[in-house]
């Protein structure tokens, strides 16, 4: 079987975010990154299914030179091949580009049966590009995957269980599938130190916008088809109101003014 | 007419709730603001119901696929139909909720017609003749607002609960079935079964969420939360801190690796409010912290905040809800 995994490189989610205004694109300049955390249980995902069925993984991202530290992460954790998508083309790209790129990426890798991503970003949270990739690629969209019950490559069938609202969808799909998961599916492991050492010495591949066969008018700043016009503050939420008094009191107040919003039933 | 606002119509195998009209609200301002109609558009095995339902909720015009294939909702299917109709009338603008369902729609429809999407968005106003579309990044930090000009239509996902439902009134809609032919064959998956949450959360839908963090110290502070959120009709949130210590699943996790939400009351016990969970609930009607520290951040967000012991405010809350709602 073959898998791969998409991953994200995103800004640490404990670090301050900072967005240049003008470009309206975000600073990443001495911001410490990280694996989008939803990433890290697809990879998860993408590492049992090898062991459970036996089959190889490639790990693609899309991103600056620096992007390199996922993957390199992901070669920790004994992916078999990687792949970053790098071009000065590709800067910009909004989600529709981004899916784009990652699908090239894919059919370039050739025969994957199941691709694993993390149902959003925790920079962008668009949670789309899962839905995108499979549309672009024509593989089964499986979104908000919280179990993969079997995958049985030879039949070329998937059967998953997907957390919709109020409840959980078993979806049976053929594959080749695109399946975002969502957090709780696995435990992420954590790379040892000998798998650290051995990933620094892999070269890590780059595919250009023509190492993909992408047109370049349909990605980056200049093919995106989103444009962000106004980056603005939200006004602060108004200075809330501190009730003070006794218990009793503090609780009549409160739920007065609950009840007066005529919201409960 | 190319300047349309077409707002898609949820529902489960025909179910509807009255949330499934909730976006035709602002439809219809923008539809006023371009001098255009409102119109819905639905999917389904059977979609009479829905379509008279929309008109009621002010669609001049209901957009209509019918076909056994639709009968489960299944993202591929349902974005197939949906591209074909935004394709062929190529309206002004197509909304849709911002639900697992709604995203998988939109998300697949938009890179079928080989173009992007705003997803999530909490802000819509015409700025020189094009539906401009606000979202939250970062953790509501920033307001971004895009303009999607190489698409036909722009298409947008809409945070639930971010405008108000509309009046449901006595209109009917013109309704135009369109066939769009899909064989069954040709869908890539299948709906084996839907098996119904135990809670039955549904916190996206929600109006009232009562949720804790990691100040209610164990499990056993969620049966209180649980409590009050019966009495109140709610439902129970948690912060991830909440989650990760196992006291309640991941389902009721609210905040950036949770789920965002916007209810009219979130009542916040115990959370002491990092910006990783403000992400997810900062766009509530009406906040109140509950929390031992009387610096936690959470209550710069709070509309109402109350330092004390959650142990002690919300069986207090409880018995004065008690007495005031008769229950």
Redesign the interface.
Known sequence: MKIAVCLKQVPDTEAEVKWDIPKGTLSRDGMDSITNPFDEFALEEALLTKENYDGEIIAISMGPEGAKDVLRNALALTVDETALCCDDAFAGSDTYATAYVLASAIKKAGDVDVVFCGKQSTDGNTGVVGAELAAILGFSQLTQVGKVRSIDAGAKKIVVERAVEGGIEVVEAKLPAVVSVIKGINEPRLPNLMGIRKASKIDIPQWSAGDLGVDTGKVGAAGASTKVVEIAVPPPRGAGEILKGELEEVANMITDKLIDLKVIK | MANDVWVYIEHKEGAISPMSFELLGIGKELAAGFGSNLCAFVIGAGVDDLAKEAGAYGAAKVYAVEGDVFKDFR??AY?KAAAFLLDKYKPEVALFRA???G??V???????L???????TIGLAI?GGKV?M?R????????????????APQIATVRPKAYAMPEKGAGTAEVVKESFALADADV??????????AS?V?L??A??IVSGGRGLGNEAGFAMLQQLADM??GAVGASRAAVDSEWI???H?VG???KTVKP??YIACGISGAI?HLAGM?TS?????INKDPDAPI??????????DYK??VP??I???KG??GR
Do not use: H, W
């Not at chain 2, 080989?114 to 999530?120: K, M, Y």
């Not at chain 2, 009607?285 to 912290?289: G, H, L």
């Open positions: 993202g591929e974005a639900t697992t369902m995203t998988d939109a998300a697949a429809a938009a890179a079928q080989g173009f992007g999407l705003c997803t999530d700025d401009k606000a939250a990044a970062f953790g509501g930090n920033f307001s971004v607002s895009v303009v999607n000009e190489k698409a890539a998956t299948k709906v084996v079964e839907f098996l119904a949450s039955a549904n996206v839908e109006d009232i109140l009709g699943p991941y389902e996790q950036q690796t949770g009219k009351i990783q900062r009607d009406c906040i109140v912290a209550f710069k967000a709070a509309t109402f905040g109350i330092v004390g002690e405010v207090k809350m018995e004065k809800f005031k709602l």
